[in-house]
C-alpha cells in the first residue's frame, strides 16, 4: 500500500510539472513568501514571514539566505524597499524595526530599532527621500508614517495620523517625491477601515481622497501621467468571516490627482 501511494503521489507530480512547465527556484524556507522586489540590475529579493531574506543574482535560478549573519537578526520580513538607481543599496522592513544594507546584503545597520514596517518607497525622483509604513507590532492598527531626507541615515515620524489605521501599502508620485499616497485596510494579522490617503507635502499631512467610495481594494499610478490614478474598491467589513461582503467591487479612474 505505501509503495503504491509513492507510485501515485510522484506520477501526479511530475504529470503536474509537465502540464504547467515551470521549474522550482524559490529559496525553500518555513513559512510564507509575502513580498518579492527586484533592484535594477535585476537583483531579486523575497522576504519571508518566518526565515528571513533570501537573495538571488543569477535571474532566480539560485538564492542565498541573507540572516543574523549579515545583521539582519529578525527573520519576519514584512517589506522591501530598493533604491531605484544604486543596486547596492536597498531596506528590509521587519517586525523588529528597520534595516539598511549599502553593499549589497554583505552587511546591515539597524535604523529604525523597534516596531513593523509594512512598507518601503524609496523615491525615484529624490532618493534621499525615503518614506516607511510603521506601527509598533504586527497586529497593531497604529499606523504612522516614517521619512527620511538623507538617504536613510536617519528616520523621523512626520505624520500625525489620529486614526487607527493598519497602513498596507505606499505609492510615490515618481515625479514628486513631495506626494505621496498609502492604503489602508485589512491586513493578515490586522484590520481598519480600508481607504486611500494622499500627502503633498512630503507626508507630514495627510488627507483621506477616497471619496466616500466604499472600502478600498487597491491603488495605483500611471507613471508616465502621475496625475492619473486608479483603484478599485469592495463592500467589506473589518470582523466578517472572510472580510469582503459580496463581490460587487467597482473599479475607478482619476485624472486630477485623486480630487475626483
Same mark, same amino acid.
Given at each position: 500500500?505505501?509503495?503504491?501511494?509513492?507510485?501515485?503521489?510522484?506520477?501526479?507530480?511530475?504529470?503536474?510539472?509537465?502540464?504547467?512547465?515551470?521549474?522550482?527556484?524559490?529559496?525553500?524556507?518555513?513559512?510564507?513568501?509575502?513580498?518579492?522586489?527586484? $533592484?535594477?540590475?535585476?537583483?531579486?529579493?523575497?522576504?519571508?514571514?518566518?526565515?528571513?531574506?533570501?537573495?538571488?543574482?543569477?535571474?532566480?535560478?539560485?538564492?542565498? %539566505?541573507?540572516?543574523?549573519?549579515?545583521?539582519?537578526? %529578525?527573520?519576519?520580513?514584512?517589506?522591501?524597499?530598493?533604491?531605484? /538607481?544604486?543596486?547596492?543599496?536597498? &531596506?528590509?522592513?521587519?517586525?523588529?524595526?528597520?534595516?539598511?544594507?549599502? =553593499?549589497?546584503?554583505?552587511?546591515?545597520?539597524?535604523?529604525?530599532?523597534?516596531?513593523?514596517?509594512?512598507?518601503?518607497?524609496? @523615491?525615484?525622483?529624490? *532618493? %534621499?527621500?525615503?518614506?516607511? @509604513?510603521?506601527?509598533?507590532?504586527?497586529?497593531?492598527?497604529?499606523?504612522? /508614517?516614517?521619512?527620511?531626507?538623507?538617504?536613510?541615515?536617519?528616520?523621523?515620524?512626520?505624520? =500625525?495620523?489620529?486614526?487607527?489605521?493598519?497602513?498596507?501599502?505606499?505609492?510615490?508620485?515618481?515625479?514628486?517625491?513631495?506626494?505621496?499616497?498609502?492604503?489602508?485596510?485589512?491586513?493578515?494579522?490586522? @484590520?481598519?477601515?480600508?481607504?486611500? &490617503?494622499?500627502?503633498?507635502?512630503?507626508?507630514?499631512? &495627510?488627507?483621506?481622497?477616497?471619496? $466616500?467610495? $466604499?472600502?478600498?481594494?487597491?491603488?495605483?499610478? =500611471?507613471?508616465?501621467?502621475? %496625475?492619473?490614478?486608479?483603484?478599485?474598491?469592495? =463592500?467589506?467589513? @473589518? $470582523?466578517?468571516?472572510?472580510?469582503?461582503?459580496?463581490?460587487?467591487?467597482?473599479?475607478?479612474?482619476? *485624472?486630477?490627482?485623486?480630487?475626483?
Amino acid at each position: 500500500m505505501k509503495f503504491i501511494y509513492i507510485f501515485l503521489l510522484l506520477f501526479f507530480n511530475n504529470l503536474y510539472s509537465q502540464v504547467h512547465n515551470w521549474v522550482k527556484t524559490n529559496p525553500g524556507g518555513g513559512g510564507a513568501f509575502n513580498i518579492i522586489k527586484s $533592484g535594477p540590475t535585476g537583483n531579486i529579493l523575497v522576504g519571508s514571514d518566518l526565515s528571513g531574506l533570501y537573495i538571488s543574482q543569477d535571474s532566480g535560478i539560485s538564492f542565498k %539566505n541573507i540572516g543574523a549573519h549579515q545583521g539582519l537578526t %529578525n527573520p519576519h520580513i514584512g517589506s522591501i524597499g530598493v533604491d531605484p /538607481i544604486n543596486s547596492s543599496k536597498f &531596506f528590509i522592513g521587519t517586525a523588529s524595526g528597520l534595516y539598511k544594507t549599502s =553593499n549589497n546584503a554583505q552587511s546591515f545597520s539597524k535604523i529604525i530599532s523597534f516596531g513593523y514596517v509594512s512598507d518601503i518607497v524609496v @523615491c525615484k525622483n529624490n *532618493t %534621499n527621500y525615503i518614506y516607511v @509604513c510603521w506601527h509598533s507590532d504586527y497586529n497593531t492598527t497604529d499606523g504612522q /508614517i516614517y521619512r527620511s531626507s538623507d538617504g536613510g541615515i536617519s528616520f523621523a515620524k512626520v505624520s =500625525n495620523l489620529t486614526q487607527n489605521l493598519r497602513i498596507l501599502k505606499l505609492i510615490e508620485d515618481p515625479t514628486d517625491f513631495n506626494i505621496i499616497y498609502f492604503l489602508s485596510g485589512n491586513a493578515r494579522s490586522a @484590520c481598519s477601515i480600508a481607504r486611500l &490617503f494622499k500627502s503633498i507635502n512630503a507626508g507630514v499631512d &495627510f488627507s483621506d481622497i477616497s471619496g $466616500g467610495l $466604499g472600502e478600498i481594494l487597491d491603488m495605483d499610478i =500611471n507613471p508616465d501621467s502621475p %496625475n492619473e490614478l486608479y483603484l478599485t474598491t469592495m =463592500n467589506a467589513q @473589518c $470582523g466578517s468571516p472572510y472580510y469582503y461582503l459580496d463581490r460587487l467591487g467597482k473599479f475607478y479612474m482619476s *485624472t486630477d490627482g485623486g480630487n475626483s
